[in-house]
């Protein structure tokens, strides 16, 4: 079933610019001002994972909140971020369940995530500079 309602798109719209948002305080302003990048860097490598990835992650986050917030492809965005949340959820896991708990804890990662796959199921919203190609599922072949 597709979202008839006259303001969905405008929703969908304000979603996407929230979450662009939010992804650009996290890379720009938390990781990069806040923690530093060599700071993040050393935080990865506490959990086990390459420095590298720190790197990785922040320019994902930067790059991947400014097409959110412009509307470039934000559904392919949206999706392509999504296992950059599922491993902030794993990193906060142990911390337990509330993300005011020390060192954060799960909950708001867990959102995010599912924030950006209703971003992706939803679309792009209203406003984009470049809207996304719809998933089309593969036709059955007749027999």
């Not at 303001?7 to 939010?22: C, E, F, K, N, Q």
């Not at 020390?102 to 500079?129: I, K």
């Amino acid at each position: 079933m597709l979202i008839e309602d006259k303001y969905s798109p405008i929703a969908v719209t304000v979603l996407r610019i929230a979450l662009g948002t939010m992804f650009i305080a996290h890379s720009l302003y938390l990781k990069l001002i806040v923690f530093t990048l060599p700071g993040t860097a050393q935080f990865f490598e506490s959990l086990g994972l390459p420095a590298s990835f720190a790197y990785l992650t922040f320019a994902l986050e930067a790059a991947g909140g400014i097409m959110l917030i412009l509307g470039l492809q934000a559904r392919w965005v949206a999706i392509a971020l999504t296992p950059v949340l599922a491993g902030a959820t794993w990193a906060h896991w142990g911390n337990g369940w509330m993300f005011g708990y020390e060192n954060g804890g799960w909950e708001y990662p867990l959102y995010l995530t599912l924030l950006a796959l209703c971003q992706f199921a939803l679309g792009d919203g209203r406003y984009v500079l470049s809207r996304s190609k719809g998933f089309v599922p593969p036709r059955r072949k007749q027999p």
